[in-house]
């Protein structure tokens, strides 16, 4: 899969979350994900509809907010339409089955009405992909398993991170793809065609890491060396300096490691 082009991709995909975002990402030219990890809902609308026409998903931790309320979801749904993204909530839900399926659709922040794709762990075994694709098949979104994280000393490895795609695969009409580190469809190999979505977090430019178990690799690295497909910049992009000039190198080191990859045949 990811020695082709993801309009290519885009085609061949079944699921219509899958779908948009391989065309999106075509569209734009962009595979950055920018995760804007703020606590307020003017600072959160201001970075959105600045990084907007860079980015093909944005990534939202919804519950960080100090001030969440109904209008900022009719906000950034406006700015996805206006510039043409998805929204990503990185929830990570981690429990049974019965209770991710109420966190998903219930609660405050109604996650499953507004956001096109989440995430889950699966320490809990398969049971929590069971439930979050209850409520989230018939919305016609995309889950996310995290098969590998970037931080440090990260438990899930080895047989671990072969389970998510174990897990993954027998649950093809929900899952679209990983949170990890690198493509693992060779690890354990099948006949039949298929195709996730590889979004990796831990991208920097200039950092290497954050003093609290946060580890940076760079976009081409992220790309071209481990085959991801979207990578997810946070404070390299609103940390310090220009956030559009930032979401403007981060897109290009992002684009020009994948035209690479493309070349390569990798
Ligand atoms: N994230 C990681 N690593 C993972 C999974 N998720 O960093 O393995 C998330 C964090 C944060 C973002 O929750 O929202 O990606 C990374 O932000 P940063 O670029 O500012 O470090």
Redesign the pocket.
Known sequence: AQSKRYSERASAHTNPTAIRLFQIMERKQTNLSV?A?VTTKAELLRITDAVGPYICCL?T?IDILSDFDHDLIDQLTALAKKHDFLIFE?R?FADIGNTVKLQYSSGVHKIASWSHIT?AHIVPGEGIVKGLAEVGIPLQRGLLL?A????AG?L?TGEYTLEALRIARRNKEFCIGF???RRLEGLIPVEEKEDFIYM?????LTSKG?GLG?Q?RTPREVILDSGCDVI????????SGDTVENAKTYQKAGWDAYLERIEKGR
């Open positions: 995760s990890d990534k931790h990185d990570k995430n995290l590998e994280m970037s931080s990260s899930a949170i990890g580190q990796s977090p831990g991208v920097g954050d946060q940076y997810i910049v946070g404070r390299g992009i609103y940390g």
